[in-house]
């Protein structure tokens, strides 16, 4: 195994409270590049011969942009991999994971990371930073840091399984606010609560009987048991509805009604219809960063945890 190094850029729309010119999650380093963080116009660099878009309301036509519009950060972190193609791909995913974090904390939308430079420490070579498609991240304060730091230290204690699922859930999420079309963007943000489903351990369901309501436990023919596992929608309601109490039962039906709806009614959308699910999609925006948070403040995988004495930066 060795230790590779992996260094990309991000540019975007970033605001860090005054005289702070980066930051850390676990081993991943954000820093301002200096030379933009001065006064004077600088360059951009055009991936391709079309016009950058920024902030989804005007258009770049030439290279010069005021640094108060745009911002460029370099990325760095460590991997150990066997070979350099392994490393690179490492790397490029754990920090698209740390950008899901910043993404779920501060709503902002950005394309994945595909490209950078990784080097071993053998490398004889000069360090240089690919450039990446221009990104929107999100506007920063020191409370934001210090709930992505947060974040990112709880990642640690959660068992991988569990990991995976949050994870998950974080990239459906950021799939969702890159979307444009209503409907698409409202089961991209389903997604993302249904993979919160199983973040805790659901007790057994057995058949209820539909006469006296009770439930049936056993078969009356062979006596085996007849629990079963909840359904996903079952989870994640008792999550949301009784456990997080972010929805009411009301609320919550309403919105697998939507998802019902656009899954199974058809191609077609009336102007009413369009209009609710927007609506939602803006209470969903905020619900399921809300929900992800809730689950490591309440500490609902405390029987996860490792020992806190000896926790390591979720690598």
């Known amino acids: 195994m060795q230790v590779f190094s992996f260094k990309t850029v991000v540019k975007g729309f970033i605001t860090l409270p005054f005289n702070t010119s980066s930051f850390r999650l676990g081993d991943v380093l954000f820093e301002v590049e200096e030379e933009y963080r001065s006064n004077q116009e600088y360059h951009i660099v055009k991936n391709n011969s079309e016009n950058i878009v920024l902030n989804n309301t005007f258009t770049v036509n030439d290279q010069n942009l005021d640094k108060k519009d745009y911002i460029l950060y370099r ?68 409370e934001t840091i210090h709930r992505l730091q947060e974040a990112t230290r709880a990642m640690t204690w959660i068992d991988d399984n569990i990991r995976t699922r949050i994870l998950k859930c974080i990239r459906f999420y950021r799939k969702g606010l890159l979307e444009k079309q209503p409907d698409v963007k409202f089961i991209f943000f389903m997604i993302a609560l249904e993979c919160l489903s199983k973040v805790k351990k659901s007790n057994k369901a057995f058949p209820v009987c539909k006469k ?26 008792e999550l949301l509805v009784n456990d997080l109490k972010l929805l009411k039962n009301s609320e919550f039906n309403k919105l697998y009604k939507i998802r019902s709806s656009i899954i199974h009614g058809g191609n077609s959308i009336s102007k009413k219809e369009l209009n609710l699910i927007e609506h939602e999609n803006l209470r969903l925006r905020e619900l399921i960063p809300a929900s992800v948070e809730a689950v490591w403040k309440n500490h609902m995988l405390a029987d996860q945890v490792k020992d806190i004495n000896i926790i390591e930066y979720w690598e």
């Open 75 to 142: 990325i760095s972190t460590a991997v150990k991999a066997e070979n350099r193609e392994i490393a690179h791909q490492t790397a490029v995913e754990k920090v698209n994971q740390r950008l899901d974090l910043i993404s779920l904390l501060t709503k902002g939308r950005f394309d994945p990371v595909k490209t950078g430079i990784t080097l071993s420490q053998m490398d004889n070579k000069k360090t240089r930073v690919a450039s990446v498609d221009v990104t929107l991240i999100g506007v920063f304060d020191s």
């Open 212 to 237: 006296c309501k009770n439930e049936i436990t056993k078969c009356i023919h062979c006596h085996s048991e007849t629990s079963y596992e909840p359904a996903e929608k079952t989870l994640i309601k």
